[in-house]
């Protein structure tokens, strides 16, 4: 297994994994599988494009073929340019239980940390998705509220969490 960003060129196989995760969790993702399918072509290879401020990793297995996916995006306006997102995690069914969501996060958190005058990472989770919440926690993040009610599925609605990872440390006050 071995992990490298996506670039436009990856569009196509970044697509289908994309879809895949859209269609077998719709109860984790704000984006639903419908208006994925028709976005075009064209728009995943333009947000595929990787910068300073945003880029997708993925994680492929000895096949050479894309088993995992996360997203970063930081802020970019002035006042909230210290917070970056973490969006999109997926790992295919195939590969799960093996390591691959920690490999992905433990890349995205290592860029992060070495981003100038970038001090924390967010994500939101599901509350109910206990295998990702419990992920997110070994890995230092923090659950500092609930958002109830936060998606709509039919007629069920779902909690989600937000949370939080000082990349920073806070500074301890002088006595």
């Known amino acids: 297994m071995y992990i490298r960003t996506l670039t436009s060129a990856d569009a196509e196989i970044y697509r289908e994994l994309r879809l895949q995760?859209?269609?077998?969790?719709?109860?984790?993702?704000?984006?639903s599988y419908e208006s994925e399918m028709k976005m075009s072509i064209v728009t995943t290879r333009i947000r595929l494009e990787p910068s300073d401020d945003h880029f997708t990793l993925g994680a492929f297995d000895a096949e050479e073929k894309l088993a995992g996916i996360v997203t970063f995006f930081r802020e970019s306006r002035a006042k909230i340019h210290h917070k970056a997102h973490v969006y999109s995690v997926y790992v295919e069914p195939g590969a799960r239980q093996q390591g691959v969501g920690r490999r992905l996060m433990l890349e995205l958190i290592a860029r992060a940390k070495v981003t100038p005058g970038l001090e924390l990472l967010n994500l939101t989770v599901t509350s109910s998705?206990?295998?990702?919440?419990?992920?997110?926690?070994?890995?230092?993040?923090?659950?500092?509220?609930?958002?109830?009610?936060?998606?709509?599925?039919?007629?069920q609605y779902l909690d989600e969490d937000l949370m939080v990872l000082m990349l920073v440390p806070e500074p301890v006050p002088e006595q």
Do not use: I, W
């Open 21 to 31: 995760s859209l269609r077998l969790h719709p109860d984790v993702y704000l984006s």
């Open 129 to 155: 998705n206990f295998p990702a919440k419990q992920l997110y926690e070994s890995l230092g993040f923090v659950c500092y509220g609930t958002e109830p009610k936060a998606m709509k599925l039919g007629d």
